[in-house]
Each structure stands twice: as C-alpha cells, then as structure tokens.
C-alpha cells in the first residue's frame, strides 16, 4: 500500500541498513556546527519559484506547515519537509516528503517527490528562463504546493481511507521566467502536470512579486534591520486541460507572502492564501521555517572518501 | 509521449539527480572557477567600466558590506577573503585593479558555469556595499 506505515517503514529500514542515514545526520550536524553564516538569496514564495539556485553544496531543508479548511469538510494539517541541494551553479535538486492530518479522519504520509532544477543562459539578463521538472508519488497529499487544471477545494473533501488507495504518480514540469530589477524580484511559472497512468496534461500559473523591505544593508549587526524581512505577493491558480483550457471552474488564489532571515539562522515565512473564485479553498494559511547548511556536499564526500575536508 | 517512453525519461532525471551530489559536480566546478576567474573580468562590457559606486568613500558602506560578505560570501572566499576550497582568494591584486563597475558587474553575473552564482537577488545597493568592502581589502 503506498504511503502506508508499512511503506515507510521499509523505506526508512533500507536506509539504515545501508549505513546512508547515520552518515547523512552526521554530515548535517558537521555543517551545522562549522560555519552557519550563509544565507540563499531567494525570494521566499511558497508556490512561485524564482531563477536563483541554491548555491553549489549547499543544503537547505526547510519544514513548512499548511492548514486549510474545505467548505463543508473537515480542517487539515500538512506538513512537507523540503531538502535542497545545489549540484551545481546551475542545477538545484529537491526532494520533498509530504503528510497530512485531517481533523476528524486520520494521519497518514502522502508520499515524495524529487524535482530538478536547471539554469539556462549564464550570466543575469532582464528574462531569466528555468526549466523545472518534477516527479511525485502522492495520496492523498493536501499540501497544495500547485494549483493546475480544475483542482479545488472539493479535492480536499475525499476521506483519507479512500485517498490513500489512489496513487498519483505525476510529472510536472514549469517554465520558469524570473526577472530582478531594482531590488525587486519579479517571477512567472508556467506549470504543465501529467498523470502518468493516462490522465490528461493540466496547466497552472504561479506569479511572484517579491522585495526586500531595506535595499541596503545596516552597517550594524541586527535581526530586525529591514533588509532582513522580505515582503511580497504571489497569484496563482488553474487553467484546465488541453480539451478545456480556460479560467472558467478553476481556482485562483492571491497570498501575501512575508519572511524574516535572521542572519546566522533560520528565516521564517508566512503566507495567508485567499481563494479568488468560487473552487478556490477560501482561506489556506502556509508557514515555513528554513535553514541552510553551508559545504553540506564536501561534507558528504569527506565523509565517504574519508578525506580530512 | 507514450507511458513506457515518459517512465523511461523519469528514470534517466532520477538517475542522474541521484548520482549528480555523489559525483561531487560541485568540487569539479572549483577548479574550473579558479582557473577562469581570473580571465572573467576581460568579458565585462565597456558599460561596466562606466558604472560609479554610489557608496565610493562611505565607511558605513564598508562595514555594511564586510557584514554582507561575512553572511554570502565567507563560506568559499574565507571570512578574511583569503580564498577557500571552493573560491580564489580576494586580496589579490586582479580584484584590487578591478573598477568598481566591473567588480558590481560579475556580482550580477557571476559565473554559474565555474561555481560562481548570480547574486542579482541582491537589491543594486547591497552589492555597491559588498564592492566597498572588497576594495578596501589588502
């Protein structure tokens, strides 16, 4: 059964008796404990993505809590566990872990997905185009990270015991156009998602506009300067199916987004969502707490190879 | 696309994604970035000369910049900027002879190919800060 207890127990079992995890963890605590001082420069939107990669061996893992309740269901708790790493200048890679409570109903672990980012055109030019794909094994998942096709709030109806018999393994691939310009970041996704058990493509936008709330830095070290909170407005939301490509029955949310980094730590962010039409779950409130993991991969590899990094 | 041919593309993206951090892409990218730093600067057009920096002079913007360098720029460059395993050293004379506008200009740009990220996510101002404090350094 997918995403069952069963499930994760043998993925987690496999894990261990490969000798992989104690390793990971000690890596983490080696990277965490050095050098702590890095922060990524990306705009902190919860659906849009931006043209800024995580920088090469960095690992950023970030938890973020979603709640929302369907109209005439029941409220639910998702919660998505997200780790990014910078391959390359060019390429970030992701992979994310997913479940969900549902008041009244149950908890169970909605499943993975692992995606890819790649940077185009090197250098910074006034469009910067990304190209992102992403592979997701969901049940039941209520983390609601995109909006494509007719989805709404009446998928979030569906009982878990139900929900979690039907498996989505699904692609999903976003042109991403990113532009930043004065201090201001401005970003359009294009999402195009495939179920892959014969299920039509179906479309979703997602647009970000972002700023820091200070251009320039203070000369003092400070967690509540200006430029360490970050403030912004995200739109996002379906577009049908190939047969039916349309704004018609399809949801649109509009979420103010604001972040705090703190400069030798994590950066929170919270976003109230609110639902533009009448599919739309009228209210999704979406935190997020981040921290980054500078020289995570030469960690890694030093732990290995065995070299002394 | 048909279902055997999209499982197909799936597993090539999900091989290599796996195999990618483990080959260690990023320590490959080092030292193609040291070799080509170096020459990086020779590709800035003429409009990057032209640039001022409006903090020329300013010793806040020092400060402020050394504390930007510390939080971005530390973990490869060193937090004395004297070069790291994964970025030269900035004490150097190439970024001493550098002009401020060219310094802002590959701040902008970076060099993705060879480790060195864009950093045009920071707002014009913080990366005039950052360009004061590296032409103080000796």
Redesign the interface.
Known sequence: MAGSPCELRKITCGLWSKRCLPKLMLALLVCGGS?A???A???HYFITY?H??E????LEVEFEPTTARPSGGNRFYSGLTEFE???????T?EVYLEGQSTLHDSTDFSGYR?E?RF?IL???HRINPVLY?E?ERLSGDKALKEVVGFDGQEDGLEPNAVARHEIERE?ETRLILSS?F??W?VSENLIGE?N?A?QPWEFGYAIGIS??LG???????CNFCP?NFRAGLELYGGLGTPDRFTLHNTSHHIAPVIAWSL??GPTFSISPSFGLTDPAYGFILRMGVSYEF??F??A??GLFTGMA? | MTGFAMRRLLCVVLFASACGPIAGLAGKEKVAYLSETASVFDRAPASAYRLQNPYDGQPNAVLAGRKLFLRHCAQCHGEKAEGGRNGPPLRSGRVREATDGVLFWFLKNGNLRAGMPSWSGLPPAQRWQIVSFLKRLR
């Open positions: 050098v001082i890095a922060r420069q990306e705009s931006d800024h990669m920088e090469p061996g960095n790493y910078g391959t390359t200048g060019w390429w890679t692992v890819n940077h090197a250098g910074d794909v592979y692609v930043d004065k201090g970041n495939k892959l014969h700023r820091p251009l320039a830095a203070s000369p003092f070290h430029e400069p030798a500078p020289g991969g030469r890694v590899r990094e």
